[in-house]
């Protein structure tokens, strides 16, 4: 399983947009990019996935480079109610080994 | 539609004790999946179910620790002889295929074991 890295945590504030790079120098030609969000108290919710260039859904965008050895999540214009962890997942597509990290603590202020 | 539940959403016991979770997937996920969440830390493989099989228990930490899904729908996470070290949110997700990320998974919001 490709190590993935990211920030233990941001600070942003309302109306900005937010980009948490995960590294994952590891990554394997059969791998996909995850990502996901958890709020206080809940489970983690699926927010986008990817396997190169740029994938964007209604809540984010997935920026992967060519070499796909990182990838960037971007959050636009986020709100306090972005305030969650989010986490980076590096798997086979067809793998149930889904391993978190400790994910990366975004806090969005007024 | 309900999404995926969790039954109790509190349990405290006393070191020693068994303990059962309940886990309801969404209907019609095949897959299932148990984690265990500590403080500050991400979510932590357990074990994952296809249909009524356990298709891979490698998280399990010891034999303390089992789970069953009989009719390929509820399971159930057992844990033996319970520790302190035990205490943490324990997370089910289901999914609607085969595991894999490209079959999103769907949490529970989790049990909070605490072990006194």
């Known amino acids: 399983l490709a190590k993935t890295t990211q920030p233990i945590s941001m600070d942003s504030y309302e109306g900005q947009e937010v980009n948490i790079t995960c590294s994952h120098n590891n990554i394997a030609t059969n791998d996909y990019i995850t990502w996901y969000q958890q709020f206080p108290s809940q489970g983690p919710r699926f927010i986008i996935q990817g396997y190169k260039t740029k994938v964007t859904n209604e809540v984010a965008s997935l920026f992967i480079p060519a070499d796909r050895k990182s990838s960037t999540l971007s959050l636009p214009r986020v709100s306090l109610s972005d305030t969650a962890v989010y986490y980076c997942l590096v798997a086979l597509y067809n793998n149930n080994d889904m391993r978190f990290g400790a994910g990366t603590r975004l806090t969005v202020k007024p | 539609g309900a999404g995926v539940s969790q039954t109790p959403s509190n349990k405290v016991t006393e070191k020693g004790k068994y303990v059962e979770l309940r886990c309801d997937p969404i209907s019609g996920h095949t897959a299932l999946y148990w984690y265990r969440q500590s403080l500050g830390q991400g979510p932590e493989f357990l074990i994952y179910f296809q249909g009524t099989g356990a298709a891979d228990d490698s998280g399990l930490p010891n034999d303390r620790f089992f789970a069953v899904r009989p009719e390929g729908s509820v399971s159930t996470l057992k844990i033996q002889r319970t520790e302190r070290g035990d205490s943490a949110v324990y997370l089910c997700?289901?999914?609607?295929?085969?595991?894999?990320?490209?079959?999103?998974?769907?949490f529970g919001p989790g049990t909070r074991l605490t072990v006194l």
């Open positions: 997700a289901s999914s609607l295929g085969a595991g894999g990320p490209f079959n999103e998974q769907f």
